[in-house]
Structures are given as structure tokens and as C-alpha cells.
């Protein structure tokens, strides 16, 4: 069936340097892709979204990227900070589909003052 | 964005008994959906709140195990019956904007059974 996966399930990262959390699909009829942040605690907090009509998009020190040849998300985080410290999941919809969320592992981003 | 409230926000339950979750969004909204999420693992859809008729359960889950209402379009209750150690975990509501895709996420309810 569907899935959607994350390459790396821990990431460590130095404080100030850049963060790239990766995600791969397999659905190709999904058109709406979000990545979510969730600290120890609470509920995944919306970050940013990309719709499949585009390849690139940016937030505030985020980027999103999507590769649809290969079904491939990834999110950027530029000059990481400690606060970035969270999992991190991928999800992606099918518009067509009910627009339910099919998330991904998750990835355990961790800064190092 | 939607604001959505979630109560409890933790519980402790009792193997065997039945505890409702109530969802409320500051917001219409479009659709409301129900996950859970257990410790450490990724979140699971169990189903999509439709108001004014039943819920749409994905696979694995069904209507006597978690029944759930959705009156209005901005209020849904997640029930989760006769309950076990198994079901202890978040149950997380979520809705999407009546404008535009985003979906957003309670904080979760957090649910031990005993």
C-alpha cells in the first residue's frame, strides 16, 4: 500500500548550521504535502505546505523542496536553533482521496549548543 | 489559523471503562479528523468526522471500539470504549481551514488505561 517514509530517523545538528530532514512517498496521486513539528508534549504544529504543482516553497527559515520523479520531500531549516529541537514529520494528501493525512516515521531533530 | 481545543488533556482511566474526548475549534472548518498517536510512534488516522452523519473509520477501526459525533461544524467527541492497556496513547484532533488545505492539530489528549 501507500506509505510515506523518513530516511533518517535522528538527526543531530550544531547550532547556527543549516538542517535538512528528508521524506519519501510512494503515492504518486498525492498532490498536498505538509511537514509538521512536534515537541515533546504536544500536537504537531502546522510548518509549512507545498502543493504539487510547485517544487519549491519558503517560510520563515524554512524551505520546503518536492521532487516528484522520485517522490522525494525534504525541509530545510536554516541557522538551527536549540527550539528547533522536535520530531518532525512529513504527510502527505490526497486531494482527491478525502483529504486525509498519511504521515510519515518522523525524524528526531536534536541541536548541539 | 484554527485554534483547536482539546479535553482532557490527560487522563488516567480504568481498564474496562469508556472516557469521551471532546474536540472544539475557535473556526468552521471543513473537515474534522480523528489519530492516535502511540508513545514514540507516528500518528494514524482513525477516522474522518463527518457532521450530521456517521464517521468514516479506516482500517482497524470501527464504530463500537471508538464511536464519534460531530454535531456542528466546529465541535466533535471522540469516545474510545471498554478500553485496555492497548489504547493507552494520544488521541489528537485535527481540522481543516474552510479556506484553503492546512490542516491543524489539537494538543492532544493523553490517555493511560490501568
Known amino acids: 500500500g501507500e506509505s510515506v517514509g523518513l530516511h533518517l530517523p535522528t538527526l543531530s545538528v550544531q547550532e547556527g548550521d543549516n538542517s535538512i530532514i528528508n521524506c519519501a512517498y510512494s503515492n504518486s496521486a498525492s498532490d498536498y504535502f505538509i511537514w509538521y513539528k512536534q515537541e515533546s508534549g504536544k500536537g504537531p504544529q502546522f510548518i509549512i505546505d507545498?502543493?504539487?504543482?510547485?517544487d519549491k516553497r519558503q517560510g520563515q527559515r524554512v524551505t520546503v523542496l518536492l521532487n516528484k520523479t522520485v517522490k522525494h520531500l525534504s525541509l530545510q531549516i536554516a541557522a538551527t536553533q536549540p527550539g528547533d529541537s522536535a520530531v518532525y514529520f512529513c504527510?502527505?494528501?490526497?486531494?482527491?482521496?478525502?483529504?486525509?493525512?498519511?504521515f510519515g516515521t518522523g525524524t528526531q531533530l536534536k541541536v548541539e549548543l | 489559523s484554527a485554534v483547536i481545543s482539546q479535553k482532557p488533556s490527560r487522563d488516567i482511566c480504568q481498564r474496562g471503562t469508556s472516557l469521551t474526548i471532546q474536540c472544539q475549534v475557535d473556526?468552521?472548518?471543513?473537515?474534522m479528523f480523528w489519530y492516535r498517536q502511540q508513545p514514540g510512534q507516528s500518528l494514524t488516522l482513525i477516522a474522518t468526522?463527518?457532521?450530521?452523519?456517521?464517521?468514516?473509520?479506516e482500517s482497524g477501526f470501527v464504530i463500537d471500539k471508538f464511536p464519534i459525533s460531530r454535531p456542528n461544524l466546529t465541535f466533535s467527541t471522540l469516545t474510545v470504549s471498554n478500553m485496555s492497556p492497548e489504547d493507552s496513547s494520544i488521541y489528537l484532533c485535527s481540522a481543516q481551514q474552510l479556506s484553503g488545505n492546512t490542516i491543524y492539530f489539537g494538543e492532544g489528549s493523553w490517555l493511560t488505561v490501568v
Open positions: 468526522a463527518n457532521q450530521g452523519s456517521e464517521a468514516t473509520y
Open positions: 473556526s468552521q472548518v471543513t473537515m
Open positions: 504527510a502527505e494528501n490526497n486531494s482527491g482521496g478525502g483529504n486525509k493525512l498519511t
Open positions: 507545498i502543493r504539487s504543482n510547485m
